[in-house]
Structure formats: structure tokens, C-alpha cells
């Protein structure tokens, strides 16, 4: 009932809804009395000829959503009356009268005697008691003292316990605040890490494109220009060929000519054409292994191995000197004890006789170093030791 009473209790007059209840748009409810002293205090400008307020046309806002209310020429009389809550008001104004009232707290009595009223208190014991237990029960050797001072000297001390807890609370609320911030702080810091790795490897791939496509370009002059060698070389053997071939046509037509003169004629130039087509020493040849690109294989393993070991950078911003020192005597150890890293480049070593190629490998650019975020984070993503030659 008491859940009930409370969604019967009007925003305006804090009572229960007096009849007739009217629904706002907002489905929120009002006593009609209590919308048209709203709607008057919105709208103070309303009046009538003998100067009265009424309230015909005009808005106003709803007490508990603030919705605009716009009223027609009714005015507040115009709304819809909410006849279900007015009878449910009926229904619980009937309980309430047929409800008993309620009962008057008994005082508390002895248990030892019943028709004692409990009116000391035992300080040996701790427990509330009779005067009889006193002078005849089980506490007539213990100490006894008025129930008003030790009621006073109790309420004292719960209200400073209290106040204890108040402030324990208050802190341990602070604590939790506090760890809020900072699981918004390493969440933020998280993030923006992330952001940082990210870019970092962004800017590697794109390195790695930008070598790739420097090492592939590379291959691809020296396989054209060797492509074009050799195909310039087989149309030289391939005219060679067809000269060879008319000579000896002409050859074997000799061979049926009949009349020795004629054919001695004829003879003398072809035999001195085909000891000179004979010979294919003025024809270049391929080198052995010409065909063979092993001298451009890139080298990636060194690269391989610095990538695997790319990791995060400790700061220790509050190291003393001392530290430094031991720290910097750590880093030249780990510095010498790594070996040196250079990018991805082609062997110089060549199998045989190639052309000059004349397209060279874009210089290589170190990417931007990492800025230091504005929160100071404790690690940093570095691939500086990358580009070490």
C-alpha cells in the first residue's frame, strides 16, 4: 500500500490526487486544481474583462518531465480526466479506512518478572533489567546503573561510531573515484599506445613497400636489358640462318647446271660465300650461366631478425644518477652484443657477362621517431635500431 500511496501523491500539492484527475499528454497525471494554479503561474498575462485570470488558451509545462503542454480554448478543462486513477484513488481511500489502527507499542518487561517494567541497567552484566533482579535476582551483586545515562552515554557513542563510518565511507568512496580515473587513464593510455605501435608499423610497411618496389625495379631493368641482348643476339644468328639457306639453295642449283663453263662460273663466288658463312665467329655468344639472376638475391634474414626483435623501451623517470650511469653501461653492452642491421640489399657478385644497369635503389629514409605522449607514458615503440648500418 505504501508503493501504491506513492504513486497516488500529486507533483504539485505533494497530496494524494484530489477528483478530477486530468492525464497530460506526457501520460503524466495532475489534480485539476493544481494544472490550473500551473497553468495561471505560466500564463499571468490572461485575463478577463473584470480582470479575473482565467484559463482558456495559453501552455505550460509538466511539473515532472517539463513537456510542453499547449491548451486549446477549454483551457485546463479541456484535458482528458483519468478516470482509471480516480477510481483507484476511490479504491484505496476505502482501504485506508477499513485498515485497523495501528497498535500501541507495548514497553518492554522482564523476562524474569513478567509484570516488571525493565527500568536499570546491569553494567557488570550489559543487559537492561528490573529493579527486582537487583534486590532479589540474579544480578544483586552487579553494578546497575540508570537507563537514561547509560542511554545517553550509548546514543553518544553510536553517533561518534557513526560518524567514523560516515567518514570511512566517505574515503573509501574518494579510493574508488580515484580508481575510476585511473581505469579511465590506463584505458586512454592503452589506446593511444596502440595508436603509436600502429603508426609505427604502418611506417614500416610502407618502407617495406617502398624497398620492395626499389629491389623489384631493379631486377626488372637487368632482366630487360639482359631480354633484349640475347633477343638482339638470336635475330642475328636467325639472318645468319636464312643466309646460310639461300647460299645453299643456290648451291645445289649449281650442282644440276650442265655446261662446265657455266657452272665454273658460278662456282668460284658461291664456294667463297660458304667458307665465309661457314664461320660464326663475328656472331657473339652467351657467357655461361648469362641466364642466371642469383647475384640479385636479397638478404632479409638480418632484417628478419631485427623485426622479431622490435620491442618496448622502459623509462624510468625517476632514476638517480648513479642508475643512469649503469643504465647506459647495460645499453653499450646490449649494443655490442647485437649485431649491426642494414636494410634488404642485392649481391654484388654476377655469373657471367651482363650489360650495365643503370637503375639505382632509392635511398632509404628513417622513419619519424616516436613523440613522448602528453601523460608521460612508460614505454615507448622504437624501430630507430632498424636502419643501424
Not at 623501451?313 to 647506459?328: F, Q, R, V
Request: hydrophobic share 30%; charged share 25%.
Amino acid at each position: 500500500m505504501e508503493s501504491l500511496e506513492k504513486q497516488l501523491i500529486c507533483p504539485i500539492c505533494l497530496e494524494i490526487f484530489t477528483k478530477p484527475v486530468v492525464i497530460l499528454p506526457c501520460q503524466h497525471n495532475l489534480c485539476r486544481k493544481c494544472a490550473n494554479d500551473v497553468f495561471q503561474a505560466s500564463n499571468p498575462y490572461l485575463t478577463t474583462r473584470s480582470g479575473s485570470t482565467v484559463s482558456s488558451g495559453g501552455r505550460f509545462r509538466c511539473p515532472s518531465c517539463r513537456h510542453e503542454v499547449v491548451l486549446d480554448r477549454h483551457g485546463v478543462y479541456g484535458l482528458q480526466r483519468n478516470l482509471l486513477v480516480e477510481n483507484i484513488i476511490d479504491m484505496y481511500n476505502q482501504g485506508s479506512t477499513s485498515r485497523p489502527a495501528p497498535e500501541r507499542q507495548l514497553e518492554p518487561r522482564c523476562e524474569t518478572h513478567e509484570e516488571e517494567k525493565i527500568n536499570i541497567y546491569c553494567v557488570s552484566c550489559r543487559v537492561p533489567t528490573c529493579s527486582l533482579c537487583k534486590v532479589f535476582g540474579p544480578h544483586r551483586d552487579c553494578m546497575v546503573a540508570p537507563l537514561e545515562a547509560v542511554c545517553t552515554q550509548q546514543k553518544a557513542e553510536l553517533t561518534d561510531c557513526i560518524s567514523s563510518l560516515v567518514g570511512t565511507n566517505e574515503r573509501t568512496q574518494a579510493i574508488i573515484s580515484q580508481l575510476e580515473d585511473t581505469c579511465r587513464t590506463v584505458d586512454e593510455s592503452g589506446r593511444r599506445q596502440k595508436s603509436q605501435v600502429c603508426e609505427a608499423c604502418d611506417q614500416l610497411f610502407a618502407r617495406l613497400e617502398e624497398r620492395k618496389a626499389a629491389l623489384t625495379l631493379r631486377i626488372s631493368c637487368e632482366q630487360e636489358e639482359k631480354l633484349l641482348y640475347v633477343r638482339s643476339l638470336s635475330s642475328k644468328y636467325r639472318e645468319h640462318l636464312e643466309s646460310t639457306a639461300s647460299l645453299l639453295e643456290s648451291s645445289l642449283r649449281a650442282l644440276d647446271t650442265k655446261e662446265m663453263a657455266l657452272f665454273l662460273l658460278t662456282a668460284t663466288p658461291l664456294l667463297q660465300k660458304m667458307v665465309e658463312g661457314s664461320v660464326t665467329s663475328h656472331l657473339d655468344q652467351v657467357a655461361p650461366g648469362y641466364e642466371n639472376m642469383d647475384h640479385l638475391t636479397g638478404s632479409f634474414e638480418p632484417q628478419r631478425r631485427a623485426l622479431m626483435g622490435v620491442d618496448f623501451i622502459k623509462l624510468d623517470e625517476d632514476d638517480d644518477d648513479d642508475d643512469d650511469e649503469d643504465d647506459d653501461e647495460e645499453e653499450e653492452e646490449v649494443a655490442e652484443e647485437r649485431p649491426s642491421e642494414a636494410p634488404p640489399t642485392m649481391t654484388s657478385s654476377t655469373n657471367g657477362p651482363a650489360p650495365p644497369s643503370s637503375s639505382q635503389a632509392p635511398p632509404t629514409t628513417s622513419p619519424a621517431p616516436q613523440e613522448e605522449s602528453e601523460d608521460g607514458p612508460k614505454h615507448i615503440f622504437s624501430f630507430s635500431w632498424l636502419n643501424q648500418k
